[in-house]
């Protein structure tokens, strides 16, 4: 059974930080890509970002390239992604989730961590 | 990056077939087979229904099938049923190794 755990949400002024984690466990994490994918309130979902089994690979959505940063730690199985210079649109549900195996195909997902850019 | 084209809503009585598209572009759906779909009930994260436009993973009912046409791909759902009302999102691969997905469908049960 897959188990992806987020933290981190919470509320933050615009143009500032945070960092979003999320604890992996029931599966081999270092043999799978993880994604992180928002929902913003009453909307649709948008995929974010996804980085490669060993970390050698990042990709990112254009609407967060440059401000945030998806990195991992296999030895502790965590996911991790560092937002800077918030915005109001970034406000939204966070989730992590895997790629299914050997495949770009996203998988299980967290139950989500919520982030609100308020001033 | 632009999301990759659903309607809205689609509506069926309880035993019909209903079937949902998703249109995208010669960069993501038309290029590649990996076409997934998920089913999202409200307050719920979302659920992987379809893989590689036709595959369902162990558990989902085989009522869900998938296919592709150039660059748009859909969705069936046969023999609707009441736990069946959902929002439904596509997702493809894309030609820069990132992943799109679409608008959302909102599947009501009448």
């Known amino acids: 059974q897959v188990y992806l755990v987020e933290s981190g949400g919470g509320v933050v002024q615009p143009g500032r930080s945070l960092r979003l984690s999320c604890a992996a466990s029931?599966?081999?994490?270092?043999?799978?890509?993880v994604h992180w994918v928002r929902q913003a309130p009453g909307r649709g979902l948008e995929w974010v970002a996804v980085?490669?089994?060993?970390?050698?690979?990042?990709y990112y959505a254009d609407s967060v390239k440059g401000r945030f940063t998806i990195s991992r730690d296999n030895s502790r199985n965590m996911l991790y992604l560092q937002m800077n210079s918030l915005r109001a649109d970034d406000t939204a549900l966070y989730y992590c989730?895997?790629?299914?195996?050997?495949?770009?195909?996203?998988?299980?997902w967290g139950q989500g961590t919520l982030v609100t850019v308020s001033s | 990056q632009s999301a990759l084209t659903q309607p809205a809503s689609v509506s069926g009585s309880p035993g019909q077939s209903i079937t949902i598209s998703c249109t995208g572009t010669?960069?993501?759906?038309?290029?590649?087979?990996?076409v997934s779909w998920y089913q999202q009930h409200p307050g719920k994260a979302p659920k992987l229904m379809v893989y590689?436009?036709?595959n369902r993973p162990s558990g989902v009912s085989y009522r869900f099938s998938g296919s592709k046409s150039g660059n748009t791909a859909s969705l069936t759902i046969s023999g609707l049923q009441a736990e069946d009302e959902a929002d439904y999102y596509c997702?493809?691969?894309?030609?820069?190794?990132?992943?799109?997905f679409g608008t959302g469908t909102k599947v009501t049960v009448l």
């Open positions: 029931g599966f081999v994490f270092s043999r799978f890509g």
């Open positions: 980085i490669s089994y060993d970390g050698s690979d990042k």
């Open positions: 997702c493809s691969y894309t030609s820069s190794s990132s992943r799109v």
């Open positions: 989730a895997n790629d299914l195996s050997g495949i770009p195909t996203i998988d299980s």
């Open positions: 010669s960069s993501d759906v038309g290029a590649y087979n990996y």
């Open positions: 590689d436009v036709s």
